[in-house]
């Protein structure tokens, strides 16, 4: 049994996420030229292309980090304009970058809470007191359910490895994330082991029942994970492949615009 075949929700005939026709220009240049997309929940897309086919510039417009030209999105079927990072959070979508977001000087604990700080309750709380504790059991917590070893959540985050900190990132995300985990590269720059870990997480995710996209170059690693493969050429879709059937000449030729031969 391949790894996409891996038991989870079944899928609801409505898309958690849709778009339609997305565009999206930096001055004179095309970044997406009219993108249709649509995720359902407790399914893995990988969304894969050259460098410059407009992946990273694709989830921007979902996480609201880039508001698209054109287009359409729908959350759930409904129709929703997203104009920032907080409104893409309100819908149920978070998103981890290559680049993590995380602050390296502070604790785990305190990163997987990053702008979602704790107050302790009655009068403290109103002046600004912070609930360490229920922090710290909370994170350690989200930690244990990627199924990632840490030493301690009090830990800073500089002192994990880079597949550590990956883990800590996309728990940080599946912990508040309702409905759509969006992964820029996740496996970049890391080992065959941490790779191994990180791909476990994305499947548990699947299992709990989230609609996620993966952008990765590393196609056969996303291919064990995957259940649809959508290939982006030059800003547009160039394919859309079911995971378990498609072949890496398939892929790359989608990704080449040509018929590609191993």
């Known amino acids: 049994m391949m790894d996409s075949d891996i038991a989870g929700p079944e899928k609801s005939p409505l898309p958690v996420l849709k778009a339609r026709n997305i565009v999206k220009r930096f001055g004179h240049v095309q970044a997406l030229g009219g993108v249709d997309f649509e995720l359902h929940r407790g399914e893995i897309v990988a969304l894969v292309g050259d460098n410059g086919a407009g992946k990273s510039t694709l989830i921007k417009c979902f996480s609201g980090v880039y508001q698209a030209d054109e287009g ?78 840490l030493p301690s959540v009090e830990i800073p985050a500089e002192t994990l490895s880079g597949g550590q900190r990956q883990a800590v990132a996309i728990a940080r995300a599946r912990a508040w994330a309702s409905k759509v985990l969006l992964l820029d590269e996740p496996t970049a720059a890391l080992g065959v082991r941490q790779t191994e870990i990180v791909l476990k997480i994305i499947k548990a995710s699947k299992i709990k029942g989230m609609g996620i996209v993966v952008i990765s170059h590393d196609l056969p690693s996303v291919l064990k994970v995957a259940d649809r493969v959508v290939v982006l050429r030059l800003g547009r879709v160039s394919g859309n492949f079911q995971a378990q059937s498609v072949t890496y000449a398939d892929v790359v030729s989608a990704m080449l615009g040509k018929e590609f031969k191993v």
Not at 80 to 103: C, N, W
Not at 109 to 134: C, H, M, Q, S, T
Not at 138 to 148: S, T
């Open 72 to 149: 359409e999105i729908e959350i759930d079927g409904m129709p929703v304009k997203i104009h920032s990072p907080m409104e893409s959070r309100h819908y149920g979508i978070e998103t981890v970058f290559q680049d993590l977001s995380l602050a390296p000087d502070v604790s785990v604990a305190a990163n997987v809470f990053l702008g979602r700080e704790i107050e302790k309750r009655g009068l403290l709380g109103k002046v600004g007191f912070l609930d360490y504790p229920e922090m710290q059991k909370r994170a350690a917590e989200y930690i244990r359910e990627v199924g990632v070893n």
